[in-house]
C-alpha cells in the first residue's frame, strides 16, 4: 500500500473519528466513514508491510503476529501468538487463513433455536447483505452452485484443490457427505483493486499464514485501507494507544498513544475501538471504561478446532497449495447431534513448524515418536473444523498484575470448554475419524485446538448484559464504538474475519445515521 | 575461470577456500594444501590483477568481491570454509558477509580461516610505507629488486629458496593496476558496516613479528567483527604466513576444523543447490545460511547458567532425539530466551519464560538420573505431571513448563535447512521474480525443480 500521497492530520485537530486497529473491524468502517468526508485517523500498534517484507519462513515470519506476550489459563488454555493474533498495518488479515464461510443465519438466532447461547441483536438479513458486500470489496472465490446455497455467487473460480483437499473428499463421498472447493478471499485470477492496483493470482506457495506475497489473498492491507486512504483517511502506525480521555461529560475526548518512544495525544469527536477480542477489552480494562456493568472482558469465545490426520501411502505434501481448499457444511446441524450449534469442516494442508508445535502441544508427543511423526508428515492429510462456541460467564479476560513493554496489564485470559463444546468436540472427532479412514488413512491422530479470539465485550440489547448495544455503541459512553469480534454474542461457526467486516460495513453506517 | 591451484586432491569432508594477499597468487597456498591433504581441501581462489588473472583489467573490491562468488558458486559443494591471506582477509569478511545474507547464490559456508588479515575497517597502514609501494609500480610492473624488499620487510626470517622464487614471481607479475587499487582504494575502504557482524567459527593467524595486522593488533581489529573468532599468534613469524609457517598454520586449521567446523547436520547437495538457486528469495537464503552455521561448541549461556543449559542439553537429546550429527538446539533455545522470543503467549500458571526454564530445570535437576538409561522414565513422570522433584515448580507447572520447552526444542530443530530437507519440506523454495509457488499438488507427485528426497514421481506434461 503507498502512503506517499496520504492526507495527515495534526495531533491538535480536533477529527472526527480515531480507530484503533486496522484490520477487518477497523478497516472497512475507516473506509465508509472517511468516503463519508469525515476526519479518520486509524492508529495500529503494528508496523506497516510491503509485500517484500514478508517472508515464507515460518520462524521468521512471526513478525505479522502479536507476540508480547499474553497469559493463558482454564482447563483448556487458548494458544495466541501465530495461532490467532495479528500485528501490523492489516492486522490479523496479515496473518488469516482466508477461508471464507458466510455465516449460517441459524447461528445468529441459535437462542431461539436451541435455548443455549445468544441470538444477535442483528437481522441476519441485513448482515448477510452486508456479507455480500464485503465478498464484492475484497474479491472471494468460491464454487457457484454452492451446495448448501444455490442462489449463492462466487467471482472467482475455487483456489486449485490441494492433495488433503482430494483425500478428505474421498473419503466424504464415501460416506455420503457432501463437500465443495472452499470460499476463499484468495484471487484465481488477478484483479486490479480500486485505490491499490493490480493484486495477482494465487500461485498455490501454501503460505497464506505467513502473509500473502503477491497479494491474492485479501488483506485490508491491500483493500479497505488503500480505499480508506484514497478518502482521506490517515493511517498512523507502529502506534500503541494506552490511555482514553474523557471531557466533563463523560465523553471520550482523546486518545493517547505511544510512538517513537512519547506519548502522542489525539483529540476526537469519537472513538471506534477495533483491536480485537484481546487488544479492545484489555485496554477498556486498563483504562476503567464503559465497564460499569463488569461486562468487558466476560464470555471470551474461542471456536473448537480439533484436527485430524491421517497417514497415507503417498507423498500428500500438503504444505502445497491454498491450505484449506475444501468444506462441509454438512455438520452444521448433524442429526444425531446431542448439542446445540455445529460445526464447518476443512481439509487442512500445514506448514511444519506449525505442524510441530500441533504435535507437541496438542498431541502431546517428545522423544521418538514426535520424530517419527514428523518423519511422515509428508505422508499427512488433514481435516479439521471450525465449531461454535457457547458464551460462558467463567470463560473471561482479566488484566494480569504482569505489565508489558508499554506499562500496559498484561492480558490474562482463561477458557474452559464447556458441556456443548465437548460433546460438539466429540462428534467430530469420530466423524472426521470416519472421513479420513474412509479415504484410506492407514492410521489417524487426534490433535486439539482451539482458534479465534471472541467475545469479551459482547453486544447486547439489554445495557446491564454486554457492553455494547446492537448498533455497536457502548451503552455507557456515547461516542464510544466497538467494532470488531469482541462484539460477538456468541462464537457461530464460521470462521470469523467476513463476519467482522459485514460488520464493520454495519456499524459505520449506523454510526453515520446516528450522527445525522 | 578454472582455479589456479592444482593442489588440491582426495576426497575430505570440508574445502577451504583461500583468497591471496596482495602480490600474491592461489599458488600461496600450496604448502598448506599439501600438508592439510586427507583433512581439510584446500583450493586457492587468483583474484582479478594477480597470479594467472594479472591481464585482467578491473582489481576492483566490488568486482574482486564479484569474481569470488562466482568461483565460489562454480565450485564450492557441501560445507565449506573461506578464507583469506592479509588483503584476502577482507574480501573474504565481504564475501561471507553476502553469503549470510543470502544475496549470493551459495550455501554452506561453515568457518572462517583468516590469515594476517586486513580487517573490515580501513586498514591501518603507515603512510610512508604506502606511498613507498604505491611508487614500486610508478613506471610498470614491480622490479624483482622491490619485490626482494617487500619479502625482506614482510617475513620474521627469510623465505626457504622454493617459496622465495615463487613469492617473486607472484609479486613481478602483478597487475600495477591492481597493486595500486588496493593500496589507494580496497585497503582504504570502510566495509564494517557492509560486513557486519558475523557469528561462525573463525580462526585467525597472526605473526608476533607483523607489524600492523600483527598477533597483538588482530583482536583489537576483529573481535566485535567476529565474535567467535579464536586467535592463534605464531612466534618469530611476520605477514607471509602461508609461505613462512606452512605446517604451523596447518595444525591450526586441521584442529579449528576438527573442534569447531565439523559439526551439526550438513543439507544434502540436492536441497543445497536448491537453497543456492532462484527460486529462494536472499532473505530466506539468508535466515537458512544462518541457521546452518556450526553451532559455538563453547556456548556461554545467556539465560540459563552452565548446569541448566546441560541438563537441557539432555532433556533436548530425549525429547528431540538426532541420530546423526546433532544441531545444539538446547544452546538455540537458550539464545532464542536471551532475545526475548516467545511464541506469544504462556500458560497463566507460569512465569515469564527465562524464569520458568530455570525454574523448570532446578526442580528437575533435583532428582535428574546420572544414568542415561533412567533419564527417559523420570522426564515422561514430568511431562505426563507426576514428577516427585521438589523444587521452585510443582508438578503440575513442571508439566506445563515441558510443553513449552518440547515446543520450543522442536521449533529450533526444525528450523534448520537440514531437517527441513529431512523432512521433504521444500516451501522455503517458493520465491524467485515473479514469485512462483507450485503447479503440481496431487498425491504422490512432484516437480521436476523439487528434490528427489520429498517423494513422489516427477509429473508428466499434464501437471502444468
Known sequence: MNLDAMRTFPTDEIVDVVVVGTGAGGAPLTAELAKKGLSVVAIEAGRHFALDDLTPDETAAVEINWMSERLSGGDDPTTFGPNNSGRGVGGSMLHWGAFTPRPDRRDLTLRTETGEGRDWPVDPDELLAYVERVEGDIGVSGPTPYPWDPSRRYAYAPAKRNAPANLVAKGCDALGVTWADAPAAVLTRARLQDHHGERGACVNCGECHQGCRVDAKASTANTYLPAAVAAGAEIRAEAMVHAIELDARGHVAAVVYHQNGVDVRQRCRSLVLAGGGVETPRLLLHTGLANANGQVGRNFLAHGATQVWGRFDEPVRGHRGYPSSLISEDMMRPADADFAGGYLVQSLGVMPLTFSTTLVRGGGLWGPELMQRLEQSRFMAGIGINAECLPSDDNRLELASETDEFGIPRARVSFTAGANEKALDQHATAFMLRVMEAAGARETMVLARTAHTIGTCRMSVDPSDGVVDADGRSHEIPNLWICDNSVFPSAIAANPALTIMALSLRTADRFLSSAA | ?464
Open chain 2, 1 to 464: 575461470m578454472p582455479i589456479e591451484n592444482a593442489t588440491a586432491r582426495g576426497a575430505a569432508p570440508v574445502t577451504l577456500y583461500l583468497l591471496h594477499a596482495l602480490g600474491a597468487s592461489a599458488g600461496s597456498f600450496d604448502r598448506l594444501a599439501e600438508r592439510l591433504d586427507g583433512r581439510v581441501r584446500v583450493e586457492g581462489i587468483d583474484l582479478p590483477g594477480f597470479g594467472s588473472l594479472a591481464d585482467t583489467t578491473d582489481s576492483s573490491l566490488e568486482t574482486t568481491v564479484d569474481h569470488v562468488v562466482a568461483q565460489l558458486a562454480a565450485h564450492a559443494r557441501g560445507r565449506w570454509m573461506l578464507g583469506g591471506h592479509s588483503m584476502g582477509g577482507k574480501i573474504a569478511g565481504l564475501v561471507a558477509s553476502r553469503v549470510l545474507r543470502g544475496e549470493a547464490p551459495l550455501v554452506g559456508l561453515a568457518g572462517l580461516v583468516l590469515m594476517a588479515p586486513s580487517p573490515p575497517r580501513p586498514e591501518p597502514m603507515d603512510e610512508e610505507r604506502r606511498e613507498r609501494m604505491l611508487s614500486w609500480v610508478a613506471d610498470g610492473p614491480i622490479s624483482e629488486q622491490d619485490a626482494e624488499t617487500f619479502l625482506e620487510q614482510n617475513t620474521a626470517a627469510p623465505l626457504d629458496p622454493r617459496a622465495h622464487e615463487k613469492a617473486l614471481a607472484d609479486l613481478q607479475r602483478t597487475s600495477p593496476a591492481a597493486w595500486r587499487a588496493w593500496l589507494e582504494t580496497g585497503s582504504r575502504v570502510d566495509a564494517s558496516a557492509e560486513v557486519g557482524t558475523l557469528d561462525l567459527p573463525v580462526l585467525v593467524l597472526a605473526g608476533t613479528d607483523d607489524a600492523d595486522l600483527g598477533a597483538a593488533a588482530q583482536p583489537g581489529l576483529l573481535a566485535s567483527v567476529y565474535p567467535r573468532a579464536r586467535f592463534v599468534p605464531l612466534d618469530d613469524t611476520g605477514h607471509l604466513i602461508p609461505l613462512e609457517r606452512a605446517p604451523e598454520a596447518s595444525d591450526a586449521i586441521a584442529h579449528f576444523v576438527a573442534d569447531e567446523v565439523l559439526l551439526g547436520p550438513v543439507v544434502p547437495e540436492d536441497w543445497a543447490a536448491l537453497l543456492a538457486g532462484d527460486r529462494v528469495d536472499s532473505r530466506v537464503r539468508g535466515i537458512l545460511n544462518l541457521r546452518a552455521i556450526p553451532d559455538d561448541r563453547g556456548y556461554a549461556p545467556a539465560t540459563l547458567d552452565l548446569a541448566q543449559l546441560t541438563l537441557l542439553r539432555e532433556i533436548a537429546d530425549l525429547v528431540v532425539p538426532q541420530d546423526g550429527p546433532a544441531i545444539d538446539i538446547a544452546a538455540r533455545v537458550d539464545a532464542q530466551l536471551a532475545r526475548g522470543e516467545g511464541d506469544g503467549w504462556r500458560n497463566a500458571e507460569l512465569p515469564p519464560d527465562p524464569e520458568a526454564y530455570r525454574a523448570g530445570l532446578d526442580t528437575l535437576a533435583t532428582i535428574w538420573p546420572t544414568d542415561p538409561a533412567t533419564r527417559e522414565e523420570v522426564l515422561r513422570a514430568a511431562i505426563e505431571g507426576t514428577t516427585d522433584a521438589e523444587g521452585p515448580l510443582d508438578a503440575a507447572r513442571v508439566k506445563l513448563w515441558l510443553e513449552d520447552a518440547r515446543n520450543d526444542l522442536v521449533r529450533q530443530w526444525l528450523a534448520h535447512p537440514a531437517s527441513m530437507a529431512r523432512l521433504g519440506y521444500d516451501g522455503f523454495a517458493t520465491g524467485g521474480s515473479p514469485i512462483r509457488g507450485y503447479v503440481e499438488l496431487r498425491l504422490g507427485r512432484r516437480e521436476d525443480w523439487e528434490p528427489a528426497g520429498v517423494g513422489g514421481t516427477v509429473a508428466a506434461g499434464d501437471a502444468a
